[in-house]
């Protein structure tokens, strides 16, 4: 296969077929004749190729142009761990991917886990760029990964704030309320300053496993791209959920759970039992803001065919899917303490807050696994959560009252 020619050497292709026609029509003019066919036809083959020349050089100066002003191509998660894969070496895109997740992490306080991990941004911001025309047009959509989560975490869907980019540990200020009192009219007012306290959030490393197979990586596909970006999004929102709404002990190295410590024993749901969550939230006054249940979804079904009292028509869950007259939710993250006991919660869900440090550290694995063709990707992310007021959120653990 020929080389395909430099602009320098069309260039100079081009000059030697302008002199080249230029001497067959001097030719001609001295010899004081007309020009022959074979020379018509030597002329008109000359100019084709002028043409096309012409064409290849206006289209790469098109081409260079574009490469100049312009970072269109989006961000492709698949081919970024592909290039991890074989080696680190990265296309324009990802590199540029990885400096702003590395600007994420540093600005953070957090260091990588690896030397040679892909650093993803949680959260991209647009560029915008003013000026003349001509003006570098930076693409915007590298890869935002706080909408997805947003969507596939069933707190956030409750109104759990979430807090991203944090720099360093936070401190959240606990308010217990204020106080009110009457006073005589010349007495000095009483302080109705009510109590502050703080809880700090800080920094906790959530690490995942995924495994894609080589062939699946080299598949130049938006279909794939999308079931990549998704199996990392659900890996991340699956163990946070778990761990938030869970109960397991508790550790310097994780969130606490909001049935960490719950030590009651389950109770069988009844009607009654739903209704005293709403009312500890309101004796606590935090009956405002996102108020839904979040249930188990193994209760789900329990509610739906539970009465609420003996000789009353209705169930315990509505046919519009509300509990109590509150939308419920429902997931399998929630705790459960048996196979026959789950947990129920009800509060104001906006006092629930997540945290969100740094970006996406993901090292890519071709070896372990190998043999089988399957690459692994192991993800780190940092995250905490807290509850602004204890008593915002009001918890049980429930089960089938019917079952013998």
């Known amino acids: 296969m020929a080389k395909e020619k430099t602009k320098v050497e069309l260039a100079e292709e081009r000059g030697q077929l302008y002199k080249k026609g230029v001497d067959l029509v001097n030719k001609a003019k001295q010899e004081k004749r007309e020009l022959s066919k074979e ?8 100019q084709l190729r002028m043409t096309e020349i012409n064409l290849e050089l206006a289209q790469r100066e098109a081409m260079k142009f574009a490469d100049e002003h312009t970072t269109g191509e989006k961000f492709s998660l698949r081919k970024a761990l592909l290039e991890l894969a074989d080696g680190g070496h990265y296309s324009e895109n990802t590199r540029k991917m990885n400096e702003r997740g590395a600007a994420s992490l540093q600005k953070s306080g957090l260091i990588p886990k690896s030397g040679t991990s892909l650093l993803i941004p949680v959260e991209s911001r647009a560029e915008i760029t003013a000026g003349n025309a001509g003006a570098n047009v930076i693409e915007t959509d590298f890869m935002n990964i706080v909408e997805p989560l947003r969507d596939r975490l069933v707190l956030a869907s409750a109104g759990a704030t979430m807090l991203t980019g944090l720099v360093s540990d936070i401190d959240i200020p606990a308010y217990s309320g204020s106080t009110s009192n009457w006073d005589n009219e010349n007495a000095a007012a009483s302080d109705g300053a009510g109590t502050f306290s703080k809880k700090t959030m800080k920094p906790k490393r ?29 890996s991340i929102a699956s163990k946070l959920e778990a761990t938030i709404l869970g109960g397991a002990e508790t550790s310097a190295e994780k969130p606490n759970g909001l049935f960490t410590g719950y030590v009651t024993e389950s109770t069988a749901l009844t009607w009654k039992g739903v209704v005293d969550l709403e009312t500890k939230v309101d004796l606590a006054n935090a009956l405002m803001g996102n108020t839904k ?22 169930y315990i869950m509505a046919e519009n899917g509300q509990m109590n007259g509150y939308d419920t939710l429902r997931t399998n993250a929630v705790y459960k303490k048996t196979e026959t006991e789950w947990g129920a919660l009800f509060g104001n869900w906006a006092d629930l807050l997540i945290g ?8 890519v694995d071709p070896y372990t696994e190998a043999d089988k063709a399957f690459v692994r990707i192991i993800v780190n992310s940092y995250w905490d959560s807290c509850l602004r007021r204890d008593n915002s959120i009001a918890k049980a653990l429930f089960k089938d009252g019917s079952a013998a």
């Open 39 to 46: 020379e018509k036809d030597q002329i008109t083959e000359i």
């Open 206 to 234: 959530l690490t995942s496993i995924l495994k894609v197979s080589r062939q699946m990586l080299v598949q130049d596909s938006l279909g794939v791209e999308a079931m990549l970006r998704a199996d990392l999004i659900n």
């Open 293 to 314: 249940y979040i249930v188990h979804t193994s209760l789900v079904g329990l509610a739906k065919t539970t009465l609420k009292n003996d000789g009353v028509s209705g």
């Open 356 to 363: 969100q440090w740094g970006a996406l550290d993901l090292t």
